[in-house]
């Protein structure tokens, strides 16, 4: 039995930067559409702006995390 096919990468995976400014982007989209006349438009913006929310608050996490360990790491190697 052959191996399943793997389909190929499209680019580059991206870092955490572009991550930020993509949902950003995506949050900020959505929010504008909150004012929307039509009320099932409003309710998926909402949705849209809870999910991308949450996860912009944990990419954010993230990020704060990886600076605080890249000083660490600057400061270890500092003192060898």
């Given at each position: 039995?052959?191996?399943?096919?793997?389909?190929?990468r499209?680019?580059?995976?991206?870092?955490?930067?572009?991550?930020?400014?993509?949902?950003?982007a995506?949050?900020?989209?959505?929010?504008?559409?909150?004012?929307?006349?039509?009320?099932?438009?409003?309710?998926?913006?909402?949705?849209?702006?809870?999910?991308?929310?949450?996860?912009?608050?944990?990419?954010?996490?993230?990020?704060?995390l990886?600076?605080?360990?890249?000083?660490?790491?600057?400061?270890?190697?500092?003192?060898?």
């Amino acid at each position: 039995m052959s191996a399943p096919k793997r389909r190929p990468r499209r680019g580059k995976p991206g870092d955490l930067d572009a991550l930020m400014r993509e949902l950003w982007a995506a949050l900020r989209a959505a929010s504008a559409l909150l004012d929307h006349e039509t009320p099932e438009v409003r309710l998926r913006a909402a949705h849209a702006v809870s999910q991308t929310a949450a996860t912009y608050r944990a990419a954010l996490a993230d990020s704060e995390l990886d600076q605080r360990l890249s000083e660490l790491e600057k400061i270890a190697a500092a003192r060898r």
